[in-house]
């Protein structure tokens, strides 16, 4: 990181930190290791916790609170510390006016925007972003929290995984693309009524769709690859106009699922055995891609001499019977 | 007048086609999978995988097919090579293909209506058939059915040894194929055999 957009992140940070909340300073580091911040961060979210938990809204602390709303927000603890935010005190984003009970009523304007940590990369989303088709149709409708629950998600880098990043990352798409419910919510805002397509329908060009869906992300296919092969994954969602669909894309030697879905994947086994692509073999075989090329040498080097083998005995059979029957005459 | 037998019923020559057909349908799928890439024109990938797995299905159709009547006709006993001496006979067919069909010598084991085979052949048939090619079709049907294969072999996706057997036992086939083809031609005339094939009846 350059150091302008080093302090500039640094200061996002501490504007977005409520008096007495542990710094931001860990977003993109690791979570803290010092014992006693643990310990303080924790005291600090099992406060929140009290209330915003299944256990809370069955057991309310106090007999005055609104359930039907807080039943709205409510967060399980440990799949917070299984995301990209754990080690976090909740007041680092929900700052001002929910440090008490009752929380102020214009709180929710007080929420830390995720670019006001993540600067850098909000940045680079958001160019994206804006070609993306959610952008086109819905801009207003659209925030980062519109897939990214912070609550819950992890970057694909820390999932490692690759199945279980496939399963995060798809739950993000089908959880509006597959529920009439969400769908037509969200795109309620649009001029002219949307009814939601069938996955299937739409996916039935596709080979084993229901394979596909558990082994690749859709973004795969509906995002344009980076020209820059070292930055994540675009944002910028394809419709399916533009989405990929050859399939050697993937299914080949050169497949870009290595520098897609595999590129935090490490080869297997200690060694690649020599295959192509072999930090995919550690969780799927992809026609095409997971090749050897060595034992493709082989097979088409013996098709080549099968074929010269047949063809010289073709040749001398003619030979020799033309001079036989020469001989004959 | 060359002395003519017949040899062939019309199940055994309707099957043999359908297979054929079917294998060199796969063949060409198979490879255009297996060798994707987008610089090289081969049978685009998604509808080589529709065919492919429809002509998979059929293949597995036509086997069962193949056995069963088989079994039923008593036509399996020809595919069994019969002691004594079937090594010797088998040398005495490799020496012929290797030498003697060259300076004109007679087939040494021409068919009968009792063995339709000579030694080599009955053994590579049997090979080819019973061995071979069931073992292309089990790995065929777990690559349709992916969920059949073990979840991890080694650390890596219990699907690649399945995928490499599909490969390798398929490759076999072809070879084979190409050599069965070519050896259709050393009949009495080049076209003879394939005749045969077509009517069932052996010319001599």
């Known amino acids: 990181m350059r150091p302008a957009s080093k302090s500039l992140f640094a200061a996002f940070a501490m504007l977005a930190t409520a008096p007495g909340a542990a710094t931001a300073a860990d977003v993109k580091g690791a979570a803290p290791t010092d014992p006693a911040l643990i310990e303080k961060i924790r005291k600090s979210n099992a406060e929140c916790y009290v209330c915003h938990t299944e256990a809370g809204l069955k057991n309310p602390p106090r007999a005055d609170m609104n359930l039907a709303e807080l039943a709205k927000f409510l967060h399980d603890p440990k799949q917070f510390d299984g995301s990209n935010h754990t080690g976090m005190e909740c007041k680092v984003c929900h700052g001002q006016g929910y440090v008490a009970f009752p929380h102020a009523p214009e709180a929710k304007k007080s929420i830390s925007e995720c670019g006001e940590c993540h600067a850098t990369k909000a940045l680079r989303v958001e160019t994206q972003f804006k070609d993306s088709v959610h952008a086109k149709n819905l801009a207003d409708r659209f925030t980062c929290q519109t897939c990214h629950d912070p609550h819950v998600y992890k970057v694909a880098a820390k999932v490692g995984d690759p199945r279980k990043i496939v399963a995060q990352d798809n739950a993000m798409c089908v959880d509006c693309h597959n529920s009439d419910l969400r769908y037509g919510a969200i795109s309620a805002a649009l001029p002219t009524k949307k009814v939601r397509p069938d996955l299937y329908a739409t996916h039935d060009w596709l080979p084993n769709p229901r394979l596909h ?42 497949s870009v699922l290595a520098t897609r879905l595999y590129r935090f994947a490490a080869t297997n086994v200690g060694s690649d055995l020599g295959f192509a692509n072999a930090s995919v073999l550690g969780s799927a075989y992809v026609v095409g891609a997971t090749r050897h090329p060595l034992i493709d040498r082989a097979v088409i080097g013996l098709f080549g001499l099968t074929v010269l083998g047949l063809l010289g005995h073709g040749a001398v059979r003619i030979v020799m019977a033309f001079f036989r029957r020469r001989r004959a005459s | 007048m060359s002395h003519r037998i017949y040899l062939l019923p019309p199940w055994l020559r309707i099957w043999h086609w359908t297979n054929a057909t079917l294998m060199i349908v796969l063949a060409v799928t198979g490879a255009s999978l297996h060798f994707a890439d987008p610089g090289l024109h081969l049978v685009p990938f998604s509808l080589a995988a529709k065919i492919h797995d429809i002509a998979g299905v059929a293949l597995l159709v036509a086997y069962g097919f193949f056995v069963l009547a088989n079994i039923v006709t008593g036509n399996w006993w020809q595919y069994v090579p019969k002691p004594p001496g079937v090594l010797a006979r088998c040398w005495k067919q490799i020496v012929f293909y290797g030498w003697g069909i060259f300076w004109g010598a007679p087939h040494p084991y021409p068919p009968t209506e009792e063995a339709n085979f000579n030694a080599l052949q009955a053994i590579v048939y049997w090979v080819i058939m019973y061995v071979v090619v069931p073992v292309v079709i089990l790995t065929g049907v777990v ?44 009949g009495v005339r080049p076209t003879s055999l394939f005749k045969m094939m077509i009517t069932g009846w052996h010319e001599e």
């Open chain 1, 213 to 254: 869906w558990s082994a690749v992300r859709c973004i795969e296919c509906h995002t344009p690859m980076s020209p820059v092969k070292s930055l994540a994954t675009s944002h910028e969602i394809l419709a399916k106009d533009k989405a990929e669909k050859a399939c050697v894309t993937c299914h080949s030697q050169d």
């Open chain 2, 143 to 186: 690559f349709l059915f992916p969920d059949l294969a073990p979840a991890k072999i080694f650390g890596l996706d219990g699907l690649l040894p399945v995928a490499m057997l599909h490969y390798l036992a398929g490759a076999a086939v072809i070879l084979f194929m190409l050599a069965h083809i070519y050896l259709g031609t050393t």
